[in-house]
Each structure stands twice: as C-alpha cells, then as structure tokens.
C-alpha cells in the first residue's frame, strides 16, 4: 500500500504552470523582482485585503528581514513562545535580539496572553506571537498590551495564510505578520514567504535588505543578504492563488472527516474551529491525553501501516540543543507547551487527502485495524 505523507503539496496543472512561466523565456527576467514578482504582490494584497507585502525567499528570512527593518535595539529582549517551530527562535536570535519565553495556553497552543506583562522588562523591545495550526492568537489582548508597554508587535503568521478573525485577515494583525510559503503550506511558492506590514515607510529600506543592502547601483545602505523571491517561484505562488479557495474547500472536508471518526473519544483532544474565526485547516492535530494508546504508540502504529505522521511541535525550541548556554533553556519553565509538546500528532492534512484514507488512519488510532 502507498505511503500517506503528512501532507501533500497543492499544485496548479503542468499545462497552467507552463503558460504562467512562458512568457520568460522571451524576457529572460528570472529574479531581481520582474514582472511575476510585482503581480504575485499585488495579487496578494487584492486576495488578503493588505496594506502593504514584499516578498522573500522563504519565510526564515522574510521574520530576520521585519525584525532587522523594524530597528529593534540589539541585546533587546522579544518576548515569544517555544512550541513553534525552530525557525521563529532562530531568526530573533540571529538578528542579535533575546527570546523571552512565554508559555501557551491549553484551549489552541498560542501564547498565553495573561502571562506576557510579567515578562516585560525595562529591556522588552517587541512581542512575536505565533499563530498556531491555523489558530489564532488573541490579538485583540495582545494589540492592548502592546500599545500600553509601547512594544512591536510581529506575528509568525507561517500557519495561517488565509485565515480571517471576524472578516479581518491575518495579515492585518500586529505591525507586521510574517507568512511561510514553503511547499508544505496551504498556499506556496515551491519555496517562499512574505511580510505583511502597517508602515509604508519601511517599504523601500525591506526591498533594500532582502537585496544585499543596495539602495542604488553605487549606494549600499545596509549590511543586507539575498532574500529575494525568484520568477519561477513567484510564478507557482499566481497560479495556486488562483485555485487556495477550493483547495481550502478540500481541506475542509478532510477536516470534517477526521471529526467525524474520532469526536467524542474519551483520551483525545481534537482541533477545534475557533469562534469568529474563519480557518484555513492548515493542520489536523490530536493531542493524546488519557487515551488507551500514547501519543509515541500511535505515531509507530501509523508508521508500521505505512502512515507518516508529525509530532510537532516537538521538541519545543527551549529544549534544543544549540540553546543550552541560553537563559530561556529549559522546557520546564513552559510547562503546558511542554505537556502539549509531549502529547501532540499532527495527523495527514491535504486537500486530495481521500475519505477512505482518512478513516483508515482513524481505525489504526481507534486500534480497529492492523498494518498489512
């Protein structure tokens, strides 16, 4: 039997993909910011009802370019959460900024609002908050405590492309939201990402860093990198945005299907649609806590029925490796990311996920069936 990744990227056709990128090979523009580059953004912003987007290389970069655009003091500390993935910790500490980590709440694992003002310092500079499986943070709470402490805010928004909180896109939260499109995200570029931002004026000075700090042929304003988004990328991201609405559509149904076999089983905490929110079903996460089976037995039984799943976020970023000499080490000083840490699977989530294989992976959790 075929192997059933965690997920399965969403493509246009090989004949739309091959019209899309014709029109290349006559202009031989193929990055630089062409012509594909400029109308991807400016669809994006139609599609999102955004004020303002520049396009990266992928969302790493795009998080390292914001917080690098936005001036933030270095040694300035920016309070965050460690159930997310490596690349939001990552990108605060490369940018010469210090995590402060905040623990999650129970209810949909983004960042615990009541906790963050106990945090503060005389040293906080911003908060980055993350959206979580297409969850939302409490971004109304966390605007308020901004605004009172004089704080930025800048949103890993990696999962929540396309969500909407009471009509407003996710884009449109904070002072910026970074966006990933990597392959494995509801809408992609192969590769790719975006900032979403509120002030025009850090337009020209985002454009400049993503391209090694040049801001005219013999002007370099900046110690910038190459973050750029290339045309072939910028291409695949036009023609899946063309088709997101029916994709998330599928995504819905598998969604419902999972709730379907699994609602009501004592031991298991399903994903929940949140109220006024308008979801993307990026993820299908199971938390196993008191079931018959743990979370570690279900994920072998899967892989023994050929069935990839995910244990993610895990391990939770205070607990790596490379952070051991940091203040913020320690998974235990955030224990309800931990114990969520610990329990969580993403099961297989995508759009042309069929109904017959999402009930057999539902049997193999259930115990109900047997790997041939």
């Known amino acids: 039997m075929s192997q059933i990744n965690v997920t399965r990227s969403s493509m246009p056709t090989f004949e739309e993909y091959c019209e899309e990128i014709k029109e290349l090979w006559d202009s031989r523009w193929l990055t630089n910011m062409g012509a594909k580059h400029k109308q991807l953004e400016a ?12 396009l990266y290389v992928n969302g790493h970069l795009a998080l390292e370019n914001i ?31 210090v995590p402060v980590m905040c623990d999650i709440n129970p209810q949909n694992y983004t960042i615990d609002v009541n906790q963050i003002e106990e945090l ?44 909407k909180y009471n009509g407003v896109s996710s884009a449109m ?72 609405d029916g994709e998330i559509e599928k995504r ?43 979370r570690d037995q279900v994920f072998e039984m899967l892989k023994g029925a050929n069935i990839v799943a995910r244990k993610y976020f895990y391990p939770l970023v205070n607990s790596f490796d490379c952070y051991k000499e940091y203040a913020f080490y320690g998974s235990e000083k955030t224990p309800v990311a931990k114990y969520i840490s610990d329990r969580v699977l993403t099961l297989p989530m995508y759009a042309d996920l069929c109904e017959t294989d999402v009930d057999r992976i ?3 959790i259930l115990g109900k069936s047997t790997a041939d």
């Not at 669809?43 to 520049?54: G, Q």
């Not at 969850?135 to 890993?156: P, Q, T």
């Not at 000075?205 to 990328?233: I, P, S």
Request: net charge neutral.
């Open 173 to 244: 939260f904070g002072d910026a939201s970074m966006f990933s499109f990597h392959a494995t995200k509801v809408f992609h570029s192969i590769e790719g990402g975006a900032v979403f931002y509120r002030d025009d004026s850090l337009g020209k000075k985002l454009d400049e860093l993503k391209n090694f700090g040049l801001a005219g042929q013999e002007t370099v304003a900046w110690v910038g990198g190459n973050a750029k988004m290339n045309e072939f990328a910028a291409a695949m991201g036009i023609c899946n945005l063309r088709h997101l």
């Open 252 to 294: 819905r149904k598998v969604f419902e299907r999972y709730h379907k076999n699994l609602d009501g089983v004592q031991g298991l905490k399903l994903a929940q649609v949140q109220e006024g929110v308008q979801p993307n079903y990026a993820y299908y996460p199971v938390v196993f806590d008191g079931y018959k089976y743990n």
């Open 43 to 54: 669809n994006l912003l139609e599609y999102l009802h955004a004020d303002h987007v520049k």
């Open 120 to 163: 503060i310092t005389d040293k906080t500079v911003a908060i980055v908050p993350v959206h979580v499986y297409g969850n939302l943070c409490d971004v109304e709470r966390i605007d308020e405590i901004a605004k009172k402490h004089g704080l930025k805010i800048i949103y890993d928004a990696a999962h929540a492309f396309a969500v």
């Open 67 to 97: 917080l690098a655009g936005m001036s933030l003091p270095k040694g300035g500390e920016v309070i965050t959460t460690p159930f997310t993935f490596a690349s939001t910790t990552h990108a605060i500490v490369r940018s010469g900024l």
């Open 362 to 364: 539902c049997e193999i």
